[in-house]
């Protein structure tokens, strides 16, 4: 590993991670050389992603904690935030989302994230580059050249500015009243330019259709960093918050190259520690906890969700042995059912005019302290929905209803 040097403002950069209110950061990182000796990976990702301890109030502490959380089913993606919090539902992240308080863009790989907008630009800093060298033969084949798409964006800035919220669509009114032809993927590719260009991000939804506002407007200026700094502090905040995870995982989840990322984790390494397991560095913060439950947890989630698209290396969500299982739904694999951190079977969601009926799937067979962790989480839905909730259990065909 290179010996980098490490500047103390950038230390101080370092310890810009909070812990949603908690003060004990410093005593986190002064843990660095506590490594753990019998590291169960799974229990550490539920704990340091939120899921196990939820002790953020805010939809826009979650998505500062997590850095960025993947959000193009955008109903999934805000039940992800609401799981992670102390109490949550649907109405309060939809209001978060409204008011600006978090935004949707797209950041990474490219698909659209939540993005606080306090990191959006440092993040774009680092990401954006890497995201249009990806997109560089789309550009090509739509024929979206340089100078076409500074037209675009100069357009976009006349007709959003003073928070004049638009639609996708209105968004192609304007570029065809200015002689420039946009639809389907051509208008999709336009608008991602100007994303990632720092330009524009997620308004306020209008009804159920999304708008588009000024970034300039939605997140005024924040401190300027280096990209030593950006880099260190996005390294950081990624295996704090996700670990215990791997180099790979950080380059695949960041859409970073692999020699960026190993400079980013040269950065961010003295504030970590990390364990060597099967052959496998795994990074982590001082701080995790890896005790389990004493009672089983069982979480319903998107295969969005941080926990299980996150990581290049997915072995340890376990579930090898219904992998034929999961790869011979196709698309219709939308969510996952996870039992004490490992998958367990599959679910879905059918909305009702009065309730939200849950169709879960286990791979196996449930104890009946698992079954009543399920029974929970079908609970807790409900209420993050407003919602009874129906839950229908296939292996037994029992119906439980709160």
């Not at 675009?152 to 003073?162: S, Y």
């Not at 389907?184 to 708008?211: D, N, V, W």
């Not at 009926?357 to 079954?371: N, Q, V």
């Amino acid at each position: 590993m290179r010996n980098l040097c490490v500047s103390a403002s950038l230390r101080a950069l370092l310890f810009f991670f909070f812990d949603c209110g908690s003060s004990t950061l410093g005593e986190t990182f002064a843990k660095k050389f506590a490594i753990m000796k019998s590291l169960d990976i799974a229990p550490a990702r539920l704990s340091n992603q939120l899921l196990s301890e939820r002790k953020c109030k805010t939809p826009g502490e979650v998505v500062a904690w997590l850095g960025a959380a993947q959000a193009q089913d955008f109903a999934a993606a805000k039940w992800a935030l609401g799981l992670r919090m102390q109490q949550a539902t649907d109405a309060d992240i939809e209001n978060a989302f409204n008011d600006g308080a978090i935004l949707r863009t797209h950041v990474m790989r490219p698909t659209w994230h939540f993005v606080a907008p306090q990191d959006i630009r440092s993040l774009l800093a680092l990401t954006a580059p890497r995201v249009h060298a990806a997109n560089a033969h789309m550009y090509r084949k739509l024929e979206l050249d340089d100078d076409l798409l500074s037209r675009c964006r100069a357009i976009f800035t006349k007709a959003l500015r003073d928070k004049k919220y638009l639609t996708r669509s209105e968004l192609a009114n304007h570029l065809a009243e200015n002689r420039i032809k946009a639809a389907g993927q051509r208008l999709a590719y336009i608008i991602m330019h100007a994303e990632l260009e720092t330009l524009i991000c997620s308004g306020p939804r209008r009804g159920k259709q999304f708008t588009y506002a000024l970034l300039e407007e939605r997140a005024p200026q924040p401190k300027k960093f280096r990209r030593d700094e950006a880099l260190a502090l996005w390294t950081l905040k990624y295996f704090v918050s996700h670990g215990p995870a791997q180099l790979k995982d950080f380059a695949w989840w960041s859409g970073l190259t692999l020699q960026d990322a190993q400079q980013g984790l040269d950065l961010a390494a003295p504030q970590l520690a990390h364990e060597i397991i099967e052959g496998k560095t795994y990074w982590f913060s001082p701080n995790t906890k890896t005790v389990k439950p004493q009672t089983p947890a069982a979480l319903f989630l998107s295969i969005y969700d941080e926990y299980t698209i996150a990581y290049k290396d997915r072995s340890a969500l376990g579930g090898k042995q219904y992998s034929a299982k999961l790869l011979a739904m196709g698309n219709a694999l939308t969510s996952v059912l996870i039992l004490d951190g490992k998958i367990a079977g599959t679910w879905k969601r059918v909305i009702k005019k009065e309730r939200v009926e849950i169709m879960t799937h286990p791979f196996r067979s449930l104890r009946k302290d698992e079954h009543e962790a399920v029974k929970a989480a079908a609970m807790r839905y409900g209420e993050f929905l407003e919602m009874p909730s129906e839950l229908a259990l296939k292996l037994k065909s029992q119906r439980s209803f709160f």
